[in-house]
């Protein structure tokens, strides 16, 4: 199939997937929409709950395989928009429209990719593409959990805005709760113990902290306090203050790491972590698949947004059309010509490895 049809499918499909509702764990149309394209390019899939799953035709056991994903999810529209978020339109060259940029064009450019290369004999890789659910979320019915149903993979592509440039690696994140705790009373009488005064220490503490390792690719750990409830009315002096803390983790910690020391070192009562499966991820500069996109001119960075990667445990690269800048912004948009050259990049890129 020519590159042009392919772009103009991709194009269609993804005004189609904006004018369709899929917040997360609610994708159920746009993962019909997903359907009809492999039926219609006469592509056998397989369906877990909101994930659509595809192997290349010929594919072979013994062959290296390479994971081509991207997530048809969205976030929900904030109250800043001016134009309709699940109205696809164009103009000045842009298409406007909730998930346009985050992450519908790349995923159409895969999907447009991947039925380029499926009926191809002799391929260096396996493919295999999953078009995901619940990664906006980080929800239990995305990308996470297909890893052990489809083939196991040695490396992938995770479409995400990049300019399409090449993210060669990506930082984790913990979540942490925390406490602050002191003497509740009432506001009339003395109270040296105050939750409220107490937490000025502690955020100062959070404000200034330095973590030591800092990484080539991906810079410094970055700490922040995003989250602070206390009290109920307005004469009480309440028992604690609660924070809620984003730490974005360089690939010089683990995940494990991170929580330890900030259990042993930060000034909280109690600091407990949500998770640690969110861990940094990154590909070899030397992989081929690096060394292709260098080659094309694509430059390398490493990305401080959280993507499907992080539950990925064989090497990954973050490529896609559109800027991640853009992401969960008012009136989100991707530009035609970045899905184009999305398509031919991802196509020209495969092509010289395989």
């Known amino acids: 199939m020519k590159h042009q049809d392919l772009k ?23 993962a019909l929409l997903i359907e009809s394209w492999f039926n219609n390019h006469k592509i056998p899939f397989k369906r877990d709950h909101h994930n659509i799953w595809a192997t290349n035709k010929y594919f072979e056991k013994g062959k290296p395989t ?21 109205k696809a339109v164009v103009e000045d060259g842009k298409l406007y429209g909730l998930g346009s940029n985050d992450a519908g064009g790349c995923l159409v450019s895969l999907i447009a990719t991947f039925t380029h290369f499926y009926n191809q004999k002799d391929l260096k890789y396996n493919l295999v593409i999953v078009a995901s659910a619940e990664e906006e979320s980080s929800g239990p019915n995305g990308l996470n959990s297909m890893l052990d149903i489809i083939p196991h993979t040695d490396v992938a592509i995770v479409g995400e805005p990049t300019l399409m440039n090449l993210a060669v690696a990506e930082k984790g994140l913990v979540v942490f709760d925390a406490k602050i705790k002191g003497t509740p009373g009432h506001a009339a009488h003395p109270n040296d113990n105050n939750s409220i005064y107490n937490s000025i220490e502690v955020l100062k503490w959070f404000q200034d902290f330095k973590f030591d390792k800092s990484s080539e690719t991906l810079g410094d750990v970055k700490m922040t306090v995003t989250q602070i409830k206390a009290g109920v009315q307005h004469n009480a002096v309440p ?14 910690y683990s995940n494990q790491e991170i929580a330890e020391m900030l259990k042993e070192q930060s000034p909280c009562d109690e600091i407990i972590a949500r998770g640690l499966r969110l861990n940094s991820s990154s590909i070899p500069v030397e992989h081929e698949l690096v060394q292709a996109g260098i080659a094309m001119g694509r430059t390398t960075y490493g990305s401080p947004t959280l993507s499907d990667q992080a539950c990925l445990s064989c090497p990954s690269l973050k490529l896609g059309p559109g800027d991640s800048t853009r992401s969960h912004s008012a009136d989100e948009f991707i530009y035609l010509e970045e899905i184009e050259e999305g398509i031919d990049i991802y196509i020209n890129l495969l092509t010289s490895i395989f």
């Open 8 to 30: 103009k499918e991709a194009l269609e499909l993804l005004k189609k997937m904006i004018e369709t509702q899929s917040f997360s764990s609610e994708e159920e149309g746009t």
């Open 66 to 86: 390479l994971l081509l994903n991207s997530h048809h999810d969205t976030v929900q529209p904030n109250k800043a928009y001016t134009k309709d978020p699940f």
């Open 239 to 252: 028992s604690e203050v609660e924070l809620v803390i984003d730490v974005r983790v360089n690939d010089k």
